[in-house]
């Protein structure tokens, strides 16, 4: 049994069979999922979830009220949500770069002739 109640059924937290058979054995061992951690922060921060609390320096953290229209700086709401989406944006694709070193690599490998295409008859399941 998890640490948290489900809040989502197990057959609807994936489209795919596998990954619910998998929380299922995560529950029974009491192994906690990426649904019972979201359940865990609720409620969630509204400043973090608008995009208006900055910490990139260590003057705040600072977040936009109508009390506080400007963090320390003099960022308002519209620049700290720039720079956070900007930066978020750049840590997730740094993250993921090898997928598309990899999609690269294999397009390079079946242009030469050193690979063939991916059978996306595969994918479908189609035969
Ligand atoms: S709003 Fe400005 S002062 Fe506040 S944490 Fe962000 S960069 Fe630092």
Redesign the pocket.
């Known amino acids: 049994m998890s640490a948290h109640p489900p809040i989502i059924a197990v057959q609807d937290k994936s489209i795919d069979p596998a990954t619910n058979e998998m929380v299922v054995l995560a529950n029974d061992n009491q192994m906690s999922t990426v649904w019972d951690r979201f359940a865990a922060q609720k409620p969630q921060c509204k400043f973090g979830t608008d995009g208006i609390c900055?910490?990139?320096?260590?003057?705040?953290?600072?977040r936009i009220t109508p009390k506080a229209k400007?963090?320390?700086?003099?960022?308002d709401a519209d620049?700290?949500v720039a720079?956070n989406i900007l930066r978020e944006i750049a840590a997730g694709t740094a993250a993921h770069s090898d997928h598309g070193r990899m999609l690269v690599r294999t397009l390079k490998m079946v242009a030469q002739g050193k690979s063939t295409p991916f059978p996306f008859s595969m994918l479908s399941g189609a035969r």
């Open positions: 900055c910490k990139i320096c260590h003057m705040g953290p600072c400007l963090g320390v700086c003099g960022a620049t700290i720079r």
